[in-house]
C-alpha cells in the first residue's frame, strides 16, 4: 500500500468541527482556503463507533504508520486536523474523550510526538519548524496553542503538565502544574533542549535559550530569555531566520 494514496475522502470541515477548533485557540483565518476533507476509510469500527473526525488536506499524504499507532490509548469523540505533510513524525497520539489537534500549513516535525489527551487540545497555527524531535504533550484538560511562524531548535519539549502528582506533605495540596495552558505568539525561537511547562505565555518575536525552561513565567514580547528558571536576559530583540552578520 502506498502511503496515503489509498484514503477514501469525504466531506468538507464541518460548522461544528470548525467552531471546535476556534474554540480550542485556533484563529478562523487559518482555516480559509483550507481544503479539508474527512477521511472516511479504510479505517477501524472502533474509530467510527467512539464518534472519531479526522480531515486532511488536499494533495496530502498521510502514513498509514500513524494511524496504526492512534489505537495505543482509548479514546472517543477526537478530532484531528492535519493540514500539511507529516510523514516525518514519530507519533501522533490521542487517549480520553475530546482531544482536539490541528497541526496547520507549513509545519515540520521532523522525528516529532505529540499527545492529546482527553479535553484537551493541541492547535498548531503553521509555519512551524521543528527541527528534529520535539515533543508536544496536552493533557488533564490542557491546551497548547502556537501562533503562526515558530521556529524550535532539536529536541524542544512543551508539555502542559508532569504527568504525576507533587503534592505539598502537611497539606496534600498538589502544587505542580495540572491541566496548564500554554500559549506561544508569533515568530519564537526556542533554542535546543528548551522546555516549555506548566501555565505559560510567549510573547511575539521573543527568544528561547539553549537548555531553558520557561515553568509557569510569562515572557515578554521581544525579549530574551534563558536559564532554568528562565530570566531575562535582553529587552527589544529582533531575531531572523537567517545566519547573517
Not at 521543528?130 to 503562526?148: E, F, H, L
Not at 506533605?169 to 533542549?193: F, K, M, S
Not at 530570566?231 to 529582533?238: A, F, G, S, T
Request: with cysteine.
Amino acid at each position: 500500500m502506498v502511503p496515503g494514496m489509498s484514503w477514501t475522502r469525504g466531506e468538507p470541515l464541518t460548522d461544528v468541527h470548525r467552531e471546535r477548533l476556534i474554540a480550542a485557540g485556533l484563529e478562523p483565518e487559518v482555516l480559509v482556503g483550507l481544503e479539508l476533507r474527512e477521511i472516511t476509510g479504510p479505517l477501524p469500527e472502533w474509530w467510527h463507533e467512539g464518534g472519531n473526525a479526522l480531515y486532511l488536506r488536499d494533495g496530502f499524504r498521510l502514513d498509514e504508520r500513524l494511524i496504526d499507532l492512534l489505537g495505543f490509548y482509548p479514546f472517543s469523540d477526537a478530532l484531528i486536523v492535519v493540514a500539511t505533510d507529516i510523514t516525518s513524525m514519530q507519533a501522533l497520539l490521542v487517549g480520553g474523550d475530546r482531544p482536539t489537534i490541528f497541526i496547520g500549513p507549513d509545519t515540520s516535525m521532523v522525528w516529532g510526538e505529540i499527545y492529546c489527551g482527553g479535553d484537551s487540545s493541541v492547535i498548531l497555527s503553521g509555519g512551524l519548524v521543528a527541527t528534529s524531535r520535539a515533543q508536544i504533550d496536552a493533557r488533564n484538560g490542557g491546551s497548547i496553542v502556537t501562533a503562526p511562524d515558530q521556529l524550535w531548535a532539536a529536541n524542544v519539549y512543551v508539555a502542559t503538565d508532569d504527568m504525576h502528582r507533587l503534592e505539598d506533605g502537611e497539606t496534600g495540596q498538589r502544587i505542580n502544574p495540572y491541566g496548564a495552558h500554554i500559549r506561544l505568539g508569533e515568530h519564537v525561537w526556542l533554542g535546543r533542549d528548551a522546555i516549555v511547562t506548566g501555565h505559560v505565555e510567549i510573547g511575539d518575536g521573543a527568544v528561547v535559550g539553549m537548555r531553558s525552561m520557561v515553568r509557569n513565567q510569562k515572557v515578554e514580547p521581544r525579549t530574551a530569555v534563558a536559564g532554568v528558571p528562565a530570566r531575562l536576559i535582553r529587552e527589544n530583540v529582533v531575531w531572523s531566520g537567517e545566519d547573517t552578520p
